[in-house]
Structure formats: C-alpha cells, structure tokens
C-alpha cells in the first residue's frame, strides 16, 4: 500500500514537470522554424516588423520592453529596498504586521486594473504636464513598478532578516548608530539576496502584458524618449494573436520563443546571485 | 562637510519611512479609486443579470460564473497535483540532481510570462485537443500557470516542520505514509492553504491566458466546453472598448472586493489554524 | 556463556555503521539480556547514538548509510523483519531533548497506538494510565490531560515521551541520553522509572553521565571512537575495569 502512494507521488512530481517541459515543446515548435527562416539575427535584430510583408524584425519590441522594464526598476527598485529595511529594521512590531500584508494586497490586484487606472488618472495626467501621448513609457514604468513593489519588497525583507543579529549587535556594540549599522552592515549583507528580489521583479515586468497593453501606447517604432509611445514583446503577442495566421501566427510564437529564453537566463541568474555568500 | 551621525540617523528614518508610505499610499489609492469610482454603480441586480448589449447594460452573471466555473477547474487540477509533488519531493525522496532539476524547472515555471501559457494552451487545449475557446482550456491553462506557486508554498511548509516530528513518528512505527499524513501534514496545512489560495487569487486575474483559451463569450455557459468570459476580461473588454465607464468601474469594484475577501479569508485562516496547533 | 546467551534479548554481531565516508562504529559485538539495564558510555562521537540507532532501525533513515554485521531480538535478524514498523514497536525510544507532539497530552500518548487502530474510549483510558502511571507522571497530570504537552516542564515532558513510547507496549526501550536537558529532581524521577520498568522490559542506556551508569546500570559498556572496549557488570567497571583506556575514563582522566 505504501509502494502504491509511493508510486502515486512519482507521478505527480513527475507530471508538474512534464508541464514545464510539454510548454517548452510546443512553444518551440511552432515559433522555432520561422526564426530559423527569417534568420535569427534577423528575426531579433531587425526593425521592420511587417508581418502582411513577411518582414519580421522584433527589434522595436525588445527595445520596448527593455526601457519598459528599466523604467520600472529605476522607479521601483529603490523604492521597494527602502521600504523592505524599513519594515524590516526600523518600523514598530505591531505595524509590520500590517503593511507587509497590505503590501502583498498590491499582488494581488490585477494587473487590467492597474492599466485601466493608468489610463483613466496617470496617462491624462502625463499628457497635460509633460507632453507626449500620455500612453507612453513613463506611464507604463510608473505602473509597473508599482505592480513589482510587493515582489522586491517581499524578497528584500527575508533577505535582509535573514542577517544574524549578532551583525547588527556587533556594529552597535562598536557605537554605530541603527542607520550606519544598517548602511555599513545589513545593506552589504543582504545585497545579494535583494539583488535576486530585484531580478525576480524585473521577470515580471518583462512578462507583464495586460497593463502595458493599455498604457503604452502600442505604437510600434523605436522610441526615442520616455514620453514616447512604444510596443513590448508581451503586448505586441497579445495584440496580433487574434487575428494572425499562418507565418504571422508563427512569428508571433517566435517572440514568445524569445521571451521563454529570456525569463529562464534571468531565473538561473537570480539562482546564482541569491546563493552566492557575501 | 560632515553631517553628524545622528541628524543622518533621523534623515535616513525620515526617507525610509516615507518610501514605505507611498507603497501604502499607492495600495490605498487604487483600492480606493476603483472603489469610490464602482461601488455606487453596484446593485444586486448588477452581480445577477445577464450581460446585454455587449456590456452596456445588465449586470454581470455570467462572467461571475464563468470565473467561478474556471477556478474550480483550475484549482481542482492544481491544487492536488500540486500537493502531491510537493510531498513527493519534500518527504519521499533524498536531495540529488534529480530533485534539483526538478526544482529548478518548477521555478522557471514560476516565472514564465502569463502570455505564454495563453499560447501554450492555445496551441494544445483549444487546437490540438480540439476542445476549442472553452472553460475547459482556460482552465487546463491556468492549472498550468499556478502549478508552480502551490507546489512551491507546499514545500516551503512541509520543510517547516521540524524534523524531529517525523522522527517521533517513525519510532513510534509509523510507515512513511502515516508519518506524512500524522505528524507533517497537519503542521504544513496553513502554508499549504496558503498557497491554494494564492493560485485562487491569480486565477481570478488572470486576463491574458483566458482570453487565448475561452475566448470571451457573454452568454451564460451551459458547460465546461462552452466559451466563457471572466470578471477580469470582462472588465478589460469594458474598458478597452471605452463601452461603458460605469459598468467597468462597478465590475472592477467586484473584482477588487474579491480579492479583498479572498485575502483577508486567508490570513484568518493562516492565523486561526496555527493558533490551534500551537497551544491546542 | 551459554546460559546468558540463552537470556540474551538482543545479540550484536560485528556491527559496523557507516554514515558516508566517516565510521561511527567498528565491529561492535555485544549481547543485552532480558530484563537488564545496559548502559553505554563513553566520550562524544563514540558511536553510542549510532548504536542506538541502528537496534530500532532508525538508522536507516539517514541518506548515504551502511550497516554491516548482524543484530539478533530474540534470534531473529532485525534486518529481515519485514515490517520494520513493527520492530520499532517492539524497540521503543526516547529521544535526548523531550519532543513533545504539539497536541494535548492525551494525544501524545495515543499517537503511537492509534497508527493501527482506532481505540475505544475506556480502552483508551486504561493505557492512557497505565501509560503514565508507569512514566511516575500520572499524578501530576491525570487533573489535566486535555491540556497542552507545551505547557509541561522539560521534566515532565520527558516523561511524557516515555510514557507515549510505553503505550505502544514495547519489548525494549532505548534512551538516548533521555536527562540531559534535565535538573537533578527530575533527573531522579525519570531514574526511578528505570529501574521499575526494567522488571517488565529490558533497557538500553545511552548517558553521558558515568554517574547515572553507575547508579542505574546492570550492566554497562563503554565505547570509545566507535569501537567496544569493555562491557561488563556495572560494579566491575567502575572500581576494577580490565582495560586501561576503560579505567581512565571512569575516573575522569579524559571525557
């Protein structure tokens, strides 16, 4: 009886692991031969995406998505470290287990409303002080890095009470004071552990798709200021997916090639950064 | 020029303490914003009418169970796949490259865009599969999508346990079996709920994936292989086709309170659960 | 030798116990007659856990482990039981630090039996007592046995342990060093409970403490960096030992 859970268990693992796998599989199936057809330097390179021409260049959509998501580190990653040694170090017991809480709530709001409120308050907001379309980079950041602010903070306040105290102890008992302990000390000490929250937020802003789609305008071109509409990988995929066919529909499945590609690089490195000792 | 430790001290407090409540600020702001901007919209025959015209008017029944109809789909894959691999790594076997790589996969699964599951499951359940745009692909996709959160928030409290439980247990002459379901199981349930409702709350969310997979019908369904709409591609539909402001911000309201309620069902859950096994 | 052969509840064989590369015991040979105390001594990491371990088969829940020899409960090989749960009902053990199962103490107790069968609510009762009666615990918790295990003191607690190993009716119980997180009262009170229990079971005594070997121990064995030095009655250990080493560490010259 016992073999046969024993059995039974294997299967399981097993499956959840087959998933991971049979995703790869078909991903790469449909997406692999147009990549290999438009030349892979081509494909990821090229400017012109014009798919009714057969032209499939994705370049505009990587640059997309990277000022994107860089946009939404700068905003939120210094943001999210504060507040994660802040819940961690300097904020009164009984609060802490209130805004940790509350924080992860912003996980939990979908991310269609976040765009819907982009495109109802911050993009006319965008528009009539800064210029430019409003739907636009700066707004798509903004946004994000308020989606990716439970991630960083979440993984910066383990990594920075995973410290022994006897650090915090000891730089005290040396006449720091709670912030240079905290400068000299913790911040050194969990850096690499944030670094892998700060990479983890970055795969979600570069997987994000239905806020981007509604506030960064989709314009697909490469953008040459932040105030500038521009086409992430994610949307353009979301976009077209509904009325392509045949070497289109291909194409598209190619960029989510790309993306798979580019989550795993960054999941193996948050691997290697979060192991690594100071 | 050098600032005394002390005025740095108080700076530095000021700046992260304020850093910290603008990410309260914002939480509070959006809640809020949809809240003020949908609750006045909402009735209940809101949350009981069929949708009509496109939207515009009627309520939204049929999106409400559309989502519930998806997320039990989902969850009632998930939730024991999930578990059982997280007992299977956690309890029955020794750590080796096996378990790593098993690992490691469920963690780039953790991290795959949710796009790529629209098309994966696109591509197998609505194409290949033939059972076409139905609740039924949308939620074999999600199943696929938060597979990787329960399996991960099961381990994490099945290591949790401490291990000298298992070794009472087993000395007691338990079999492997009964030393999961006796001593570890009942300590880990609260993570492991933990993470079920997580995959609860990411399924109500998700737009993308159920777009792909179940298309965006507005008619009540009739069974798991008809097409159905969620609360979230309802609202999102709504808003994109700028249709009725009214109607979105009330559906977002659903939503937000939703979420609320799933959350706030949790921790109470979480804390009335450990309670009891800490002090019985 | 024929004669104690013959009351022999365990007989060790060449046991030699490998966790990986390191051995924590070399061709141990000993036998632990019926009804006796056994004590083992000797300093950290001489293979006395090791030992323990390996008479209830918990060893084999170590990853990477190797077991050579043979270990014999009344003539029959352990390693060929094959219901190993079985075995560990009939070889208890108590563990170093008191570990309590976070429920009520009721339940501790029951855990073990009710991994087989449901019991009735008297026959329940019964062992609970009689459990707790034989652990010396009985008087100072028959008032409260809803209660917490948590909440009783580590002495209380470990008798608690023992009391739940009892109610699975064990042959022979191990104790791995069971006083050491203990103070001298309840140290004494779990001595006590020794030397009742031994009319009925045979023990096997793991201790640290070469005073409590010498005050409790039929007989008593000392064990040195995984190798069986002496074992012999436990008078003639501690005034007249045959070995040297033996002698030097009865008198404190190393520990």
Redesign the interface.
């Known amino acids: 009886m016992d073999r046969w859970i024993s059995r039974l268990l294997f299967l399981a693992a097993c499956s959840s692991a087959a998933v991971l796998a049979a995703i790869a599989l078909f991903i790469f199936l449909e997406g692999v031969p147009i990549m290999v057809k438009t030349g892979v330097g081509q494909f990821l390179f090229g400017r012109v995406w014009a798919p009714l021409d057969g032209e499939f260049g994705i370049l505009p959509f990587i640059i997309g998505s990277l000022w994107v998501t860089a946009g939404a580190l700068i905003l939120g990653v210094p943001l999210g470290v504060a507040c994660a040694f802040y819940l961690a170090e300097f904020a009164p017991r009984r609060w802490v287990n209130v805004l940790k809480p509350a924080i992860e709530l912003l996980a939990g709001i979908p991310s269609v409303v976040y765009g819907f409120l982009g495109v109802m308050w911050l993009a006319p907001l965008i528009r009539s002080n800064l210029g430019g379309p409003g739907l636009s980079i700066l707004a798509a950041s903004c946004v994000l890095a308020v989606m990716i602010l439970p991630t960083i903070v979440g993984v910066s306040v383990d990594a920075v009470q995973a410290i022994p105290k006897s650090y915090k102890e000891g730089a005290l008992a040396l006449g720091a004071t709670d912030w240079q302990s905290m400068w000299r000390v913790q911040w050194p000490a969990s850096r690499s552990g944030i670094l892998a929250g700060v990479i983890l937020g970055m795969g979600r802003a570069v997987g994000e798709t239905m806020a981007v789609i509604m506030i960064s305008g989709n314009a697909i071109h490469i953008p040459t200021s932040a105030l500038d509409s521009v086409r992430t990988l994610t949307a353009n995929i979301a976009i077209e997916m509904g009325y392509a066919v045949g070497e289109h529909r291909e194409a598209l499945f190619a960029t989510g090639v790309v993306l798979f590609f580019f989550i795993m690089i960054l999941n193996t490195v948050a691997l290697r950064v979060a192991r690594r000792r100071f | 020029m050098r600032i005394a430790p002390a005025i740095t001290e108080r700076i530095a407090k000021f700046v992260l303490m304020m850093s910290c409540a603008t990410a309260v600020l914002a939480l509070i702001f959006v809640i809020g914003f949809v809240l003020a901007g949908g609750l006045m919209h909402l009735s209940w025959a809101f949350l009981t009418e069929p949708i009509l015209d496109m939207g515009r008017a009627g309520g939204i029944l049929p999106a409400i169970v559309g989502t519930l109809l998806m997320v039990f789909v989902a969850v009632g894959i998930a939730a024991p796949l999930g578990v059982a691999s997280a007992i299977y790594l956690s309890e029955y076997t020794i750590e080796g490259w096996v378990t790593q790589a098993i690992r490691f996969g469920i963690n780039c699964l953790a991290g795959v865009p949710s796009i790529i599951f629209g098309l994966f499951g696109f591509i197998l359940f609505v194409v290949l599969l033939g059972f076409g745009w139905s609740i039924l692909s949308g939620g074999l996709s999600l199943a696929a999508m938060i597979l990787p959160t329960i399996i991960r928030t099961a381990e994490e409290a099945l290591r949790s346990v401490p291990s000298q439980y298992r070794d009472v247990a087993a000395s007691l002459g338990a079999s492997r079996w009964q030393v999961v379901t006796k001593s570890v199981l009942p300590y880990a349930l609260p993570g492991i709920l933990t993470g079920i409702i997580l995959g609860i709350g990411r399924s109500i969310e998700e737009t993308a994936v159920v777009i792909f997979t179940a298309g965006s019908a507005v008619q009540m369904p009739k069974s798991l292989f008809d097409s159905a709409r969620t609360m979230s591609v309802h609202f999102y539909i709504l808003a994109r086709e700028g249709v009725s402001n009214q109607n979105a911000y009330a559906t977002a309201a659903v939503l937000i309170c939703t979420i609320l309620i799933i959350n706030i069902l949790a921790y109470t859950i979480m804390h009335q659960m450990m309670r009891g096994k800490r002090a019985v | 030798m024929d004669r104690a052969a013959a009351s022999a509840k365990i007989e060790v064989a060449g046991l030699t116990v490998r966790f990986g590369p390191t051995v924590a015991l070399q061709h141990v040979s000993l036998q632990v007659l019926r009804n006796e105390i056994l004590a083992i001594i000797g300093p950290a990491n001489s293979g006395k856990s090791s030992l323990l371990l390996a008479l209830?088969r918990?060893v084999d829940?170590v990853?990477g482990v190797s077991v050579e020899g043979r270990i014999l409960l009344d003539g029959t090989d352990i390693a060929s039981i094959p219901d190993v749960?079985?075995l560990?009902?009939r070889v208890?053990?108590v563990?170093a630090?008191p570990?309590p199962?976070?429920?009520?103490i009721r339940?501790n107790i029951l855990?073990?039996p009710q991994?087989?069968r449901r019991l009735r609510k008297a026959e329940a009762d019964r062992l609970i007592e009689s459990s707790l009666r034989a652990a010396f615990l009985w008087d100072e918790v028959k008032d409260r046995l809803e209660?917490?295990?948590?909440?009783l003191s580590g002495g209380q607690q470990q008798r608690l342990?023992i009391a739940?190993?009892l109610a699975?009716e064990p042959e022979v119980i191990l104790f791995d060093e069971p006083c050491s997180g203990l103070d001298p009262i309840s140290t004494a009170k779990v001595e006590e409970a020794l030397l009742v229990l031994k009319r009925e079971r045979t023990l096997v005594l793991v201790t640290n403490n070469t005073k409590q070997a010498a005050r409790v121990g039929d007989r008593t064995a000392f064990l040195l960096m995984g190798e069986l030095i002496e074992v012999d009655r436990t008078d003639k250990i501690f005034t007249n030992p045959s070995h040297r080493r033996t002698e030097d560490y009865v008198t404190g010259r190393f520990g």
């Open positions: 209830n918990m829940r990853p749960q079985e560990r009902r208890g053990m563990f630090l570990i199962l976070p429920m009520s339940d855990f073990g991994l087989i209660d917490s295990a948590l909440r342990c739940r190993t699975v």
